[in-house]
């Protein structure tokens, strides 16, 4: 189900009984402009509305116009129209696409695991049972190889375990711990590994070091956990991780 980063009519205080309301309060609070989420179009939504045009240079109308709400959904639209660098590898692109999301500051909202980036990267879905760390890292790779016009080397999943166990099938999963480092390059993904048949939280590689990595990484925050609430950069040692490379 595709995220609405588009409206074709205003919305305004009084408007009941629908799931926009919902939605613009939710970008609201995306954009810092903190209001209930509670799908009421009431005074409190209409003042942080206005408060958020005054901000961006709109006319302060406290009225949602289609041209408001694609100021809102803004960062999201930013990242649906990434364009591709032909002249590199897959891999290369992903780190790219990784480091646009990343200045767009993708968070949950009104919830564990809820929001609309979450749905976003979950095709939809959100709330407890929807940890989204390997949904970044899979949406990611969808959106280059398509962008691309190329096959894409992981197939889309919301689970990490799948991740992992795919690898380890396919021979491309490499130990943090054993494995060749030298074939990790940015671009490629990390896992963070419980056990040698359970992984925890995943991301993408943006640089290597002999003795570290830097990711990005969904899902995580600035203490590296795996049930957090943004898209972070991170610097992480290699003995709990493990990284499939393609």
């Known amino acids: 189900m595709a995220e609405i980063t588009q409206i074709s009519e205003?919305?305004?205080?009084?408007?009941?009984?629908?799931?926009?309301?919902?939605?613009?309060q939710e970008w609201l609070n995306i954009n810092g402009f903190l209001t209930m989420i509670d799908g009421q179009f009431g005074p409190a939504t209409e003042a942080a509305v206005k408060s958020f045009q005054s901000k961006k240079g709109l006319p302060v109308t406290g009225k949602v116009s289609p041209a408001t709400f694609e100021?809102?959904?803004?960062?999201?639209?930013?990242?649906?129209?990434?364009?591709?660098?032909i002249n590199i590898s897959l891999r290369d692109n992903l780190a790219k696409y990784a480091k646009s999301y990343l200045s767009e500051h993708p968070i949950e909202i009104g919830g564990q695991n809820s929001g609309p980036w979450v749905r976003y990267f979950m095709d939809g879905n959100q709330g407890d049972n929807y940890p989204w760390c390997a949904g970044f890292v899979t949406y990611l790779l969808r959106q280059a190889g398509k962008d691309l016009n190329c096959s894409c080397p992981i197939t889309r999943t919301y689970s990490c375990d799948i991740l992992g166990e795919k690898a380890r099938g396919s021979n491309t999963l490499i130990?943090?711990?054993?494995?060749?480092l030298s074939k990790v390059k940015p671009g490629h993904i990390f896992l963070v590994r419980k056990t040698n048949t359970d992984w925890s939280h995943t991301g993408f590689v943006i640089e290597m070091y002999p003795t570290y990595c830097v990711t990005i990484e969904g899902n995580t925050n600035d203490e590296g956990s795996r049930e957090g609430y943004e898209v972070c950069k991170r610097t992480r040692s290699f003995g709990s991780l493990d990284f499939i490379i393609y």
């Open 71 to 85: 100021k809102m959904v803004s960062p999201m639209r930013n990242v649906m129209n990434l364009k591709p660098n």
């Open 175 to 180: 130990k943090g711990t054993s494995g060749d």
């Open 10 to 24: 205003t919305i305004q205080s009084g408007n009941t009984g629908r799931s926009i309301n919902k939605l613009i």
